[in-house]
């Protein structure tokens, strides 16, 4: 593979040489100089103009041509008695709407600069306001007009390229041939010891005018662009690099590939851990992309694998980790928000892994976006972490003494349901906590919920955001777990989403409001006996409380009452419907007990 060094200057397909009037023209005594496209004030390339704003919020407007590929300069200074304070310069098209480009302040000053690359011929507006209320006083709006550009670079596809963006709005193109219907691959990176920042890159067609046929950003992680590209023409294409803010310059290297991300452990495409995140997609149906991380021995990364980026997205993403050698290590599909997939990995070696990005079906195709973050979950009000409301996630505690803090947003005066529980293979005594905006504990619960596993009911005394912390009883034990937080009731009847073992289980909780009921799934064993008893528990003690046991699918009572009660489970029946409510419309806490009788 050869490798194209470009010099600075000689590569710029935009700005390589500026001239300009020295002296301002003031403007024609009594012309009209409007605010929208129809007016009369005029500028050419290469002129300045004096002009004043008056009355008060007044906006001046200047019709010019530039040409298609050429970049310019624009500057608008307050200068005069009195001058402008802090001057607005804006672009528009040749029908005006919203500018094609705007500044405020440029070069630490409160005067304006911007460069310019017409993408077409033809007419253009430049305005001229000010900043604040009420904004009056003298300016002087100048354009310097760019050379030629200089002939596109010739670039075999499997090359890479590199030059640097050496001035204000400069552009560098190189020609490559494509062929229709063969997919490419194209990134743009900083690069040399004063890298571009910002890149962006873009596909042109061969004239180089018009709309991009694309471009991109940040897709490619560290703010580098990336691209893929399939020609339904066979032909010779541009491909435009540039700083996403025209003001910057530096190095960059740019890589031309044939074909997909591959979707094995020969894959050329490197991710950089905590530095944004790879939007990319699957094409053709079926498609996988796998891409290599290093990581040193003992290491954890989180890596997100979501839906979306572009249109179609990807509908049900899967995540699979692999080593070096390719054999699979661990994956997920569902453990993110929704469908999308999300996983904690701690590399067991030194080494490289291969992530790979696919589809829960075999045939899936769409767009996704892959996050790949270092360290575990703070356990801080820093968290980087959140929880979606009545969505499950799933996390590792690790190590000793770890805790994971999840953000959670609340609204005053409702009530929230939390559940921490062990999950995969390596079961575990979750604790599950709940903080103020602060960071301070208001609530903690270790068995609550079904089993070992911690459940928590809160009502917000305020709206904002808290944070719900997973932790492993004793601070000793590690493994995986999921957490989730609802904002709805209870359900009263078979809708139910609460679970109870009969096995010696308990649940607090509240009735909330008159009229309100609580209903959980029991699991039982057919001809066992079980005890049932509920009772009020602070803060704000259900004063009545009164509990139902129900067969699974409805249907008469078992029994009722204040109980305690004892029941015993039907014949072929592997689960209860236990209802508490509060006598006369009451309402408060509760504890909800359920025991195996001998």
């Known amino acids: 593979m050869r490798n194209i060094l470009l010099a600075g200057a000689a590569v710029a397909a935009g700005l390589i040489g500026l001239s300009s009037t020295a002296l301002a023209q003031p403007r024609t005594e009594g012309a009209d100089v409007g605010a929208d496209a129809a007016t009369r004030g ?18 001046d407007w200047y019709r010019i041509r530039l040409n298609s590929g050429r970049t310019y300069r624009f500057t608008l200074n307050g200068e005069g008695e009195p001058a402008l304070a802090d001057p607005v310069l804006n672009i528009y098209g040749a029908s005006g709407g919203d500018p094609l480009a705007t500044n405020d302040d440029s070069g630490g000053t409160l005067n304006s600069a911007l460069s310019f690359t017409p993408e077409r011929s033809g007419n253009y507006f430049v305005g001229a306001s000010g900043f604040g209320e009420n904004p009056t006083g003298n300016y002087v709006l100048a354009v310097s007009r760019g050379e030629r550009p200089a002939a596109p670079v010739a670039l075999t596809v499997g090359q890479d390229g590199s030059g640097a963006i050496a001035a204000a709005g400069e552009r560098d193109r190189f020609r490559v041939r494509l062929e229709a219907g063969q997919t490419y691959r194209f990134a743009l990176k900083g690069a040399g010891d004063s890298p571009l920042r910002d890149p962006f890159l873009s596909v042109l067609n061969a004239s180089g005018g018009g709309e991009p046929l694309a471009s991109d950003d ?21 491909l435009e690099a540039r700083s996403f803010n025209d003001e910057e310059t ?13 979707g094995d452990a020969s894959t050329d ?57 390719g054999a699979e ?48 979950v703070p356990a801080t009000i820093e968290t980087d972490e959140a929880l979606a409301v009545n969505e499950a996630r799933t996390g590792k505690i690790g190590a000793v003494n770890d805790a994971d803090w999840f953000r959670v947003s609340l609204v005053e005066g409702r009530t929230y349901r939390f559940n921490a529980e062990s999950a995969g293979e390596a079961a575990f005594d979750p604790v599950l906590a709940l903080m103020g905006p602060d960071g301070a504990k208001l609530v903690e619960d270790d068995d609550g919920g079904t089993g070992a596993n911690a459940y928590i009911t809160f009502t917000a005394p305020k709206s904002g955001d808290y944070f719900a912390a997973v932790s492993a009883f004793g601070g000793q034990a590690t493994g995986d777990y999921s957490i989730r937080y609802s904002d709805t009731e209870i359900a009263g009847d078979q809708g139910t989403d609460e679970h109870l073992s009969g096995d010696d289980d308990g649940r607090a909780s509240r009735i909330d409001f008159s009229g309100d009921a609580d209903a959980f799934n029991v699991s039982v064993t057919a001809g066992q006996r079980y005890r049932i008893a509920v009772a009020g528990a602070a803060p ?28 015993r489970a039907p014949e072929g029946a592997d689960s209860l419907m236990v209802v508490v409510t509060g006598a006369g419309g009451a309402t408060g806490g509760y504890n909800l007990t359920v025991r195996k009788l001998p």
């Open 540 to 567: 704000n003690r259900l004063a009545s409380p009164r509990v139902s046991v129900q067969p699974a699918g409805g249907g008469t009572a078992l029994a009722s009452g204040a109980g305690p009660l004892t029941v």
């Open 269 to 325: 495409i490197t991710l950089a851990i905590g530095q944004g995140s790879r939007l990319d997609k699957l094409q053709p149906e079926g498609d996988t992309d796998w891409f290599k991380v290093e990581l040193t021995q003992g290491q954890t990364i989180r890596i997100k694998l979501d839906s979306g980026g572009a249109e179609p997205a990807l509908a049900d993403p899967m995540l699979v980790v692999h080593g070096a050698d």
């Open 250 to 262: 530096g190095g960059y290297t740019l890589t031309t590939r044939v074909g997909d991300v591959p």
């Open 329 to 376: 290590l661990a994956r997920d599909d569902d453990s993110g928000e929704g469908l999308n997939a999300y996983l904690e990995f701690t590399a067991p070696t030194a080494g490289a892994y291969f992530l790979e990005a696919r589809g829960f079906q075999d045939g899936a195709l769409g767009a996704y976006q892959l996050t790949v973050t270092d360290g575990e």
């Open 42 to 59: 005029r500028l050419s390339q290469g002129q300045s103009i004096a002009g004043k704003l008056d009355p008060a919020n007044d906006a």
């Open 218 to 238: 940040d897709s490619g992680g560290e703010l580098s662009s990336y691209i893929e590209f399939a020609p339904t023409v066979s032909g010779n294409y541009l």
